[in-house]
């Protein structure tokens, strides 16, 4: 069984930043994309960036000036930090885990509430 789980999420004023990370663990056999995305209150679940393998990335376009994503492949963590956070960051967000065998693996989330 693969669990993933988020950490770093909090109360940010806006301009802050934050740096949110994801663990996969557990019977991974190798995982192949670990992606970010969120969802804030009464709107749908949006993708924000992802990474395979630790050698390709992919960011959305409305907040590639502010996020980034990083992984570290020996602990299959993957990062997003967010600078100059603004108010309409406030959301949760998932981390999804994608295995090697296609297994996708969603984390519980971890709220971001960016204050003005």
């Known amino acids: 069984q693969v669990h993933v789980v988020e950490s770093g999420g909090g109360v940010v004023h806006a301009g802050g930043s934050l740096r949110l990370a994801c663990t996969a663990s557990g019977s991974i056999g190798g995982v192949r994309t670990m992606a970010w995305y969120r969802q804030a209150p009464g709107k749908q679940r949006e993708w924000i960036a992802s990474d395979t393998l630790g050698t390709s990335s992919l960011i959305l376009d409305s907040v590639k000036d502010r996020f980034t994503i990083s992984r570290d492949n020996a602990k299959n963590t993957v990062y997003l930090q967010m600078d100059s956070a603004r108010p309409d960051d406030t959301a949760v967000y998932y981390c999804?885990?994608?295995?090697?065998?296609?297994?996708?693996?969603w984390g519980q989330g971890t709220q971001v509430t960016v204050s003005s």
């Open positions: 999804l885990a994608i295995m090697m065998d296609s297994r996708n693996v």
